[in-house]
């Protein structure tokens, strides 16, 4: 079992900057893929970014690749998210998954546990 939880969201300025992170627990809660997903009012889950176990092999959506970076530190079992140039359309809630597999998954469904999320709210 992993449990996970966001934290780093809020309001920010088109332009701006903000990081998420995501902490992991759990029995072998650093040895799983993870992966950021965000789902906007009225719009499905969209994948956004995935990092391999060792943290070497990433993902993105190409709506945001270049803008966003996911990475992890291994020792805290903590996720990040790194998302620079904020859009009014990145607006959504943002969450963390982990799955027991070892491949970069962008699918939702093939992520076994996932945070509760966390609001990102960018104004024009």
């Known amino acids: 079992q992993v449990q996970l939880a966001e934290f780093g969201g809020g309001l920010v300025q088109s332009g701006d900057s903000l990081t998420l992170s995501c902490a992991a627990s759990g029995r072998s809660s650093s040895s799983v893929t993870m992966g950021w997903f965000r789902q906007a009012p009225g719009k499905e889950r969209d994948f956004v970014a995935t990092?391999?176990?060792?943290?070497?092999?990433?993902r993105y959506a190409e709506s945001v690749k270049g803008r966003f970076t996911i990475s992890r530190d291994t020792a805290k079992n903590t996720v990040y998210l790194q998302m620079n140039s904020l859009k009014p359309e990145d607006t959504a809630v943002y969450y963390c998954?982990?799955?027991?597999?070892?491949?970069?998954?962008?699918?939702?469904?093939?992520?076994?546990?996932w945070g509760q999320g966390t609001q990102v709210t960018v104004s024009s």
């Open positions: 998954a982990a799955a027991r597999g070892l491949n970069m998954y962008t699918e939702g469904e093939a992520y076994d546990y």
């Open positions: 990092i391999n176990w060792s943290g070497y092999n990433t």
